[in-house]
Protein backbone atom coordinates (compact mmCIF):
# COMPACT_ATOMS: atom_id res chain seq x y z
CA UNK A 1 0.00 0.00 0.00
CA UNK A 2 1.55 3.29 -1.06
CA UNK A 3 1.20 6.29 1.05
CA UNK A 4 2.67 7.34 4.79
CA UNK A 5 2.85 5.78 8.15
CA UNK A 6 0.37 7.31 10.56
CA UNK A 7 2.35 9.62 13.14
CA UNK A 8 5.07 9.80 10.60
CA UNK A 9 7.54 11.69 12.40
CA UNK A 10 7.06 9.26 15.72
CA UNK A 11 7.53 6.61 13.34
CA UNK A 12 10.89 8.17 12.00
CA UNK A 13 11.99 8.62 15.70
CA UNK A 14 11.53 5.11 16.60
CA UNK A 15 13.11 4.01 13.01
CA UNK A 16 16.14 5.75 13.90
CA UNK A 17 16.63 4.67 17.53
CA UNK A 18 15.95 0.87 17.00
CA UNK A 19 17.22 0.22 13.69
CA UNK A 20 20.33 0.45 11.09
CA UNK A 21 18.62 1.28 8.10
CA UNK A 22 19.83 4.85 6.12
CA UNK A 23 18.25 8.07 6.39
CA UNK A 24 17.15 7.64 3.13
CA UNK A 25 15.28 4.88 3.64
CA UNK A 26 13.33 6.00 7.14
CA UNK A 27 12.56 9.63 4.96
CA UNK A 28 11.06 7.84 1.66
CA UNK A 29 9.32 5.65 3.97
CA UNK A 30 7.84 8.52 6.94
CA UNK A 31 7.18 11.24 3.73
CA UNK A 32 9.81 13.49 5.24
CA UNK A 33 12.95 14.73 3.83
CA UNK A 34 16.25 13.54 4.13
CA UNK A 35 17.77 16.05 6.23
CA UNK A 36 15.08 15.95 8.65
CA UNK A 37 15.76 12.46 9.40
CA UNK A 38 18.94 13.53 10.18
CA UNK A 39 18.21 15.67 12.30
CA UNK A 40 15.81 13.68 13.95
CA UNK A 41 19.07 11.03 14.80
CA UNK A 42 21.43 14.18 15.57
CA UNK A 43 18.68 15.13 18.27
CA UNK A 44 18.04 18.37 16.63
CA UNK A 45 14.65 17.69 15.38
CA UNK A 46 11.50 16.43 16.80
CA UNK A 47 13.38 16.84 20.15
CA UNK A 48 10.74 15.07 23.17
CA UNK A 49 8.57 13.20 20.49
CA UNK A 50 8.17 9.69 21.94
CA UNK A 51 9.14 6.94 19.34
CA UNK A 52 5.66 5.26 17.63
CA UNK A 53 6.67 1.90 17.27
CA UNK A 54 5.34 0.54 13.48
CA UNK A 55 5.34 -2.74 14.37
CA UNK A 56 3.33 -2.95 17.12
CA UNK A 57 0.88 -0.66 15.54
CA UNK A 58 0.90 -3.05 12.39
CA UNK A 59 2.48 -0.82 9.68
CA UNK A 60 5.57 -2.72 9.04
CA UNK A 61 6.94 -6.07 10.18
CA UNK A 62 9.81 -7.03 11.31
CA UNK A 63 10.73 -9.21 8.07
CA UNK A 64 10.65 -5.92 6.26
CA UNK A 65 13.26 -4.02 8.47
CA UNK A 66 15.16 -6.83 8.54
CA UNK A 67 15.37 -6.46 4.64
CA UNK A 68 15.84 -3.11 4.84
CA UNK A 69 18.45 -3.09 6.71
CA UNK A 70 20.48 -5.71 4.92
CA UNK A 71 19.90 -3.51 1.71
CA UNK A 72 20.36 -0.21 1.57
CA UNK A 73 18.13 0.09 -1.46
CA UNK A 74 15.14 -2.12 -0.84
CA UNK A 75 11.96 0.43 -0.11
CA UNK A 76 9.93 0.02 3.13
CA UNK A 77 6.51 -1.36 1.97
CA UNK A 78 3.77 0.11 4.26
CA UNK A 79 1.20 -2.39 5.83
CA UNK A 80 -2.80 -1.85 5.31
CA UNK A 81 -3.99 -0.33 8.38
CA UNK A 82 -7.56 0.47 8.79
CA UNK A 83 -6.47 2.60 11.39
CA UNK A 84 -4.98 4.88 8.73
CA UNK A 85 -7.96 4.79 6.56
CA UNK A 86 -8.57 8.63 6.62
CA UNK A 87 -5.53 9.92 7.98
CA UNK A 88 -5.26 12.90 5.37
CA UNK A 89 -8.48 14.20 7.06
CA UNK A 90 -7.35 16.20 9.83
CA UNK A 91 -8.64 14.73 13.62
CA UNK A 92 -8.97 16.82 16.86
CA UNK A 93 -7.15 20.31 16.67
CA UNK A 94 -5.53 21.90 14.15
CA UNK A 95 -1.94 22.91 14.97
CA UNK A 96 -1.38 26.42 14.65
CA UNK A 97 1.82 27.47 14.43
CA UNK A 98 3.34 29.80 17.13
CA UNK A 99 3.59 33.14 15.22
CA UNK A 100 -0.28 32.79 14.62
CA UNK A 101 -0.96 31.68 18.24
CA UNK A 102 -1.47 35.46 19.85
CA UNK A 103 -4.30 35.51 16.72
CA UNK A 104 -6.46 32.68 18.10
CA UNK A 105 -7.97 34.70 21.14
CA UNK A 106 -8.80 37.35 18.05
CA UNK A 107 -10.13 34.73 16.08
CA UNK A 108 -12.46 32.57 18.41
CA UNK A 109 -14.04 35.89 19.50
CA UNK A 110 -15.27 36.53 15.85
CA UNK A 111 -16.44 33.32 15.79
CA UNK A 112 -18.67 33.06 19.19
CA UNK A 113 -19.46 36.76 17.84
CA UNK A 114 -20.71 36.36 14.40
CA UNK A 115 -21.63 32.43 14.21
CA UNK A 116 -22.77 31.58 18.20
CA UNK A 117 -24.74 28.51 16.14
CA UNK A 118 -21.22 26.90 16.05
CA UNK A 119 -20.37 24.57 19.24
CA UNK A 120 -17.25 24.48 21.17
CA UNK A 121 -15.92 21.77 18.97
CA UNK A 122 -16.18 22.87 15.79
CA UNK A 123 -14.61 26.49 17.16
CA UNK A 124 -11.87 23.87 18.34
CA UNK A 125 -11.33 22.36 15.02
CA UNK A 126 -11.18 25.46 12.81
CA UNK A 127 -8.81 27.69 14.69
CA UNK A 128 -6.95 25.11 16.99
CA UNK A 129 -7.82 26.04 20.19
CA UNK A 130 -9.06 23.96 23.82
CA UNK A 131 -12.68 24.15 24.95
CA UNK A 132 -11.66 26.01 28.52
CA UNK A 133 -10.61 28.85 26.04
CA UNK A 134 -13.67 29.09 23.98
CA UNK A 135 -16.14 29.30 27.13
CA UNK A 136 -13.82 32.17 28.70
CA UNK A 137 -14.32 33.98 25.68
CA UNK A 138 -18.13 33.35 25.46
CA UNK A 139 -18.56 34.60 29.36
CA UNK A 140 -16.34 36.95 28.72
CA UNK A 141 -13.63 35.98 31.44
CA UNK A 142 -10.68 35.24 29.48
CA UNK A 143 -7.76 37.20 31.07
CA UNK A 144 -7.08 39.37 28.19
CA UNK A 145 -10.95 39.95 27.11
CA UNK A 146 -10.29 43.66 27.20
CA UNK A 147 -8.16 44.05 24.50
CA UNK A 148 -9.40 41.10 22.17
CA UNK A 149 -10.40 42.49 19.04
CA UNK A 150 -13.06 39.85 16.78
CA UNK A 151 -11.24 39.09 13.67
CA UNK A 152 -12.49 36.93 10.99
CA UNK A 153 -9.76 33.28 11.51
CA UNK A 154 -9.87 33.10 7.37
CA UNK A 155 -8.10 36.42 7.48
CA UNK A 156 -5.88 35.21 9.83
CA UNK A 157 -5.21 31.96 7.90
CA UNK A 158 -6.25 29.70 10.75
CA UNK A 159 -8.80 27.73 8.60
CA UNK A 160 -10.65 28.19 5.26
CA UNK A 161 -13.29 29.60 4.03
CA UNK A 162 -14.78 26.50 2.87
CA UNK A 163 -13.98 24.71 6.08
CA UNK A 164 -16.06 27.89 7.74
CA UNK A 165 -18.58 27.33 5.54
CA UNK A 166 -19.35 23.89 5.79
CA UNK A 167 -19.24 24.25 9.64
CA UNK A 168 -21.47 27.03 9.84
CA UNK A 169 -24.32 24.89 7.22
CA UNK A 170 -23.46 21.85 9.66
CA UNK A 171 -24.55 23.65 12.53
CA UNK A 172 -27.59 25.47 11.35
CA UNK A 173 -28.79 22.27 9.71
CA UNK A 174 -28.42 20.40 12.81
CA UNK A 175 -30.26 23.46 14.27
CA UNK A 176 -33.35 23.13 12.04
CA UNK A 177 -33.65 19.51 13.05
CA UNK A 178 -33.63 20.00 16.53
CA UNK A 179 -36.31 22.35 15.90
CA UNK A 180 -34.71 25.26 17.23
CA UNK A 181 -36.02 28.78 15.56
CA UNK A 182 -33.92 29.97 13.40
CA UNK A 183 -33.28 33.92 12.83
CA UNK A 184 -33.69 35.19 9.36
CA UNK A 185 -29.38 35.26 8.72
CA UNK A 186 -29.62 32.10 10.01
CA UNK A 187 -32.27 30.73 7.34
CA UNK A 188 -30.28 32.29 4.78
CA UNK A 189 -26.51 30.36 5.74
CA UNK A 190 -28.28 27.05 4.66
CA UNK A 191 -28.36 28.10 1.00
CA UNK A 192 -25.66 29.73 -0.82
CA UNK A 193 -25.25 32.73 -2.29
CA UNK A 194 -26.46 31.92 -5.89
CA UNK A 195 -29.14 30.05 -5.08
CA UNK A 196 -30.49 32.72 -2.91
CA UNK A 197 -29.95 35.29 -5.79
CA UNK A 198 -32.00 33.13 -8.10
CA UNK A 199 -35.00 32.53 -5.82
CA UNK A 200 -38.43 32.94 -8.10
CA UNK A 201 -38.81 36.98 -8.50
CA UNK A 202 -42.80 36.32 -7.91
CA UNK A 203 -42.62 34.71 -4.71
CA UNK A 204 -44.69 37.19 -2.89
CA UNK A 205 -42.64 39.35 -0.43
CA UNK A 206 -45.37 40.23 2.44
CA UNK A 207 -45.73 38.18 5.27
CA UNK A 208 -49.06 35.80 5.03
CA UNK A 209 -50.22 37.13 7.82
CA UNK A 210 -50.43 40.92 5.91
CA UNK A 211 -52.32 39.46 3.25
CA UNK A 212 -55.28 41.73 1.82
CA UNK A 213 -52.96 44.94 2.83
CA UNK A 214 -51.62 45.06 -0.52
CA UNK A 215 -54.46 46.23 -2.64
CA UNK A 216 -55.54 48.40 0.05
CA UNK A 217 -54.90 52.61 -1.56
CA UNK A 218 -56.22 55.63 -0.81
CA UNK A 219 -59.14 57.30 -2.82
CA UNK A 220 -58.48 59.61 -5.82
CA UNK A 221 -60.83 61.87 -4.88
CA UNK A 222 -59.33 65.76 -4.17
CA UNK A 223 -60.08 67.03 -1.11
CA UNK A 224 -62.23 70.06 -0.37
CA UNK A 225 -60.44 73.34 -0.69
CA UNK A 226 -60.80 75.28 2.48
CA UNK A 227 -62.55 78.73 2.85
CA UNK A 228 -60.08 81.48 3.34
CA UNK A 229 -61.72 84.19 2.79
CA UNK A 230 -62.12 86.92 5.66
CA UNK A 231 -65.90 87.53 6.60
CA UNK A 232 -66.80 91.73 6.63
CA UNK A 233 -67.49 93.54 10.04
CA UNK A 234 -71.57 92.58 9.75
CA UNK A 235 -70.89 88.57 10.07
CA UNK A 236 -69.59 89.56 13.43
CA UNK A 237 -72.35 92.06 14.80
CA UNK A 238 -75.28 90.46 13.43
CA UNK A 239 -77.67 92.63 15.43
CA UNK A 240 -81.27 92.89 15.00
CA UNK A 241 -83.23 95.79 12.81
CA UNK A 242 -84.17 98.66 15.38
CA UNK A 243 -87.44 99.42 15.30
CA UNK A 244 -88.08 101.43 18.20
CA UNK A 245 -90.57 98.91 19.76
CA UNK A 246 -88.10 98.33 22.72
CA UNK A 247 -88.13 102.01 23.62
CA UNK A 248 -89.11 102.64 27.09
CA UNK A 249 -92.19 105.52 27.26
Known amino acids: MSGTPIMAKATAVWLCDNTTMTFKQIADFCGLHELEVQGIADGDVAQGVKGFDPIANKQLTQDEIDKAEADPSHKLKLLYNPASAGEEKRRGPRYTPLSKRQDRPASIYWLVKFHPELSDGQVSKLVGTTKPTIQAIRERTHWNINN ?24 NAKKAEEGGVMTDDERRKLVSTE ?13 AGMAGLETFTLSDAPEPEEDTSVPDADTFFNLPDDDGSDDED
Open 195 to 207: QSLGADPDEPKIP
Open 148 to 171: IEPIDPVALGLCKQSELDAAVQKA
